[in-house]
T-cell receptor, first 113, second 113 residues
Framework: SQTIHQWPATLVQPVGSPLSLECTVE??????LYWYRQAAGRGLQLLFY??????ISSEVPQNLSASRPQDRQFILSSKKLLLSDSGFYLC????????????FGQGTRLTVV | AQSVTQLGSHVSVSEGALVLLRCNYS??????LFWYVQYPNQGLQLLLK??????LVKGINGFEAEFKKSETSFHLTKPSAHMSDAAEYFC???????????FGAGTQVVVTP
């Protein structure tokens, strides 16, 4: 069966510090991968999606970047965090071949202080 | 373009009463529609989905939803609420081949004894 792992679960970082959140998927190949953010007053927002290694599409302009160094690994990064980067970050995957629904990880709660 | 509107950010129901969560969507092409549930500090869990075919779809935990094209709606119901149904519920639409989801703002369900 397929599983998705996100870590860390909780993170408190000072303003201006770097960020790296990691997501890995097991039990499937060539998935579509997504990063969503859930922030107060802004609902669930798609940040990035990827259809293959090294292929990243950004949905909104922001202080964040994403990378996909391996087929089942998706990383969300920032060089310098802002207060507005606080939120709940969710990684998701979808089967590229005939898949319809997305499956979500357990999320990372990021608080920038 | 696609969008989702969930009517009511908070719904309070008595245990054993009907749960009805409303979702309306807009999409320029036939959409895939989803309901997800989120418990505090957790990821999103798929309740049910509509892709094609039968317009009444059944999901986990006794929930069901009906796709009504003429009303552009996908309301979620459960005949009898249980205390464990207390959570936040999100309606989502996908209208593209990349699997990008557009979410509604969410409805927080409170179940009272």
């Amino acid at each position: 069966s397929q599983t998705i792992h996100q870590w860390p679960a909780t993170l408190v970082q000072p303003v201006g510090s770097p960020l790296s959140l990691e997501c890995t998927v097991e039990g499937t190949s060539n998935p579509n991968l997504y990063w969503y953010r859930q922030a107060a007053g802004r609902g669930l927002q798609l940040l990035f999606y990827s259809v293959g290694i090294g292929q990243i599409s950004s949905e909104v302009p922001q202080n964040l970047s994403a990378s996909r160094p391996q087929d089942r690994q998706f990383i969300l990064s920032s060089k310098k965090l802002l207060l507005s980067d606080s939120g709940f970050y969710l990684c998701a995957w979808r089967n590229r071949a005939g898949g319809t629904e997305a499956f979500f990880g357990q999320g990372t709660r990021l608080t920038v202080v | 373009a696609q969008s989702v509107t969930q009517l009511g950010s908070h719904v309070s129901v008595s245990e054993g009463a009907l749960v009805l969560l409303r979702c309306n969507y807009s999409s320029s092409v036939p959409p895939y529609l989803f309901w997800y549930v989120q418990y505090p500090n957790q990821g999103l869990q798929l309740l049910l989905k509509y892709t094609t075919g039968a317009t009444l779809v059944k999901g986990i935990n006794g929930f069901e939803a009906e796709f009504k094209k003429s009303e552009t709606s996908f309301h979620l119901t459960k005949p009898s609420a249980h205390m464990s149904d207390a959570a936040e519920y999100f309606c989502a639409v996908n209208s593209d081949s990349w699997g990008k989801l557009q979410f509604g703002a969410g409805t927080q369900v409170v179940v009272t004894p």
